[in-house]
């Protein structure tokens, strides 16, 4: 084993320095691995013009060959599937709960962002807005330094909810866990007891998506797979909404630069017979597409609210009598995800020999070249970046 590994350390406002560390050895209750495909994630982009509250390694969606294993590593990991041994390569759950708070004991150990102890990869505690305390410091100068996917190597703590790699899985389709688990979980939102008055998400249903970016494209492609019957993708970027086409197998796809909104809420109209989408995933970072998303809705229907996480302080003219109680809507927001989501994520990712999961991915990077890709993330041409190493 390598005594140092390189890593991309976030050191200020759109700022990245090429940095080495001394590799860790594992822990009789942990991992290391040697990472072998990271992707970016929209969390990423949204960080990395800010300041870090310290250097930190980026990167949770994460995939990597286990080099070094403690002897206790199974009893502490949380583990989906066989055994694991050097040389397995791996994905994970970004999250670790303590599994002891009151947050973990009403929600369930794995629950994100109900934990008061708990730690992510790849994301200092400090930005994430929850106002408790980590249990691990993201910080590079504390060991084992490598805490994040944007690195060549990765501890991998206790608590840590791991899959094993099928032979056949590319790295980079492994990498997806994290967007599609984010999918599954929005339409789990969606899904309701069946015969419920309020039932929306069926095999007759229209799903509206709004926002085409790698998690609105899952989203569709998940609910085609379950069935729906009609799928319409709303997006600005006419690579994505190839991909909604071609990839998710979407029925009719949108472009925000040829329709406003009145017309893009018309259009969905005139698609489902006057009625409005049964289902909206509201999956674009934009605050106003959330009263376009309720515009859309067909009385009792059904709106989960995926994409405005970091707008906060954004308000929108919202009339409760005309957008809720009027439509009888159901309006979820979304935050909170687990580990047994990411499973079901997981069996989906497994179909990779029929579904082109890799086509999501528009630009390749290195850690040379990661601070470059990151900031084109709003290129028109973008769609996902994934950090290649070997």
């Known amino acids: 084993m390598k005594q140092k590994g390189r890593a991309a350390v976030w050191t200020g406002k759109s700022a990245m320095e090429i940095r080495e560390f001394p590799v860790p050895r ?19 982009g949204h960080l990395f013009p800010q300041e870090p509250p310290y250097p930190a390694i980026l990167g949770h969606e994460v995939t990597g060959t286990i080099i070094d294993q403690g002897k206790k590593a199974h009893e502490s990991l949380n583990l989906y599937g066989d055994h694991l041994q050097v040389g397995d390569r791996i994905a994970l759950y970004p999250w670790i709960t303590c599994g002891k708070c009151q947050g973990c004991l009403t929600y369930g150990s794995g629950t994100c962002t109900v934990c008061d102890d708990s730690f992510v990869y790849g994301i200092p505690y400090e930005k994430l807005g929850l106002n408790k305390a980590g249990r691990i410091s993201s910080n590079v100068a504390i060991a084992p330094h490598f805490k ?8 991998v703590f206790p608590g840590t909810y791991v899959w094993k790699l099928p032979q056949d899985m590319p790295s980079e389709v492994a990498a997806l866990l994290d967007p599609t688990g984010v999918a599954v979980r929005a339409i789990e939102l969606a899904v309701t007891c069946p015969g419920v008055v309020e039932e929306a998400f069926t095999t007759r249903a229209t799903v509206a998506v709004i926002g085409a970016g790698p998690v609105g494209i899952l989203a569709a492609l998940i609910s085609k797979l379950m069935g729906v019957e009609q799928v319409i993708v709303i997006g600005g970027r006419k690579q994505r909404l190839t991909l909604a086409k071609e990839l998710a197998k979407a029925d009719e796809i949108i472009d925000i630069h040829e329709m406003d909104a009145q017309s893009r809420v018309d259009r969905v109209k005139q698609l489902t017979q006057g009625k409005g989408a049964d289902v909206v995933l509201q999956c674009a970072n934009t605050p106003a597409a959330f009263i376009e998303g309720l515009e859309m809705l067909r009385r009792m229907g059904t709106l989960v609210e995926v994409g405005n996480m970091v707008n906060t302080g954004t308000c929108v003219p919202f009339d409760p009598a005309r957008h809720l109680c009027g439509k009888h809507a159901r309006i979820l927001g979304m935050s909170a995800n687990n580990a047994k989501t990411f499973d079901k994520a997981f069996s989906i990712l497994k179909r990779h020999q029929s579904i082109d999961f890799a086509r999501l991915y528009s630009h390749t990077a290195t850690l040379d070249t990661l601070a470059q890709t990151i900031r084109s993330i709003n290129d028109r041409n973008y769609s996902k970046a994934v950090v290649r190493f070997n």
Request: proline share 0%.
């Open 26 to 44: 594992a822990e009789e209750d942990g991992l290391v691995i040697q990472v072998d495909a990271a992707a970016v994630c929209g969390t990423d």
């Open 148 to 155: 994040g996917g944007f690195a060549e190597y990765m501890y």
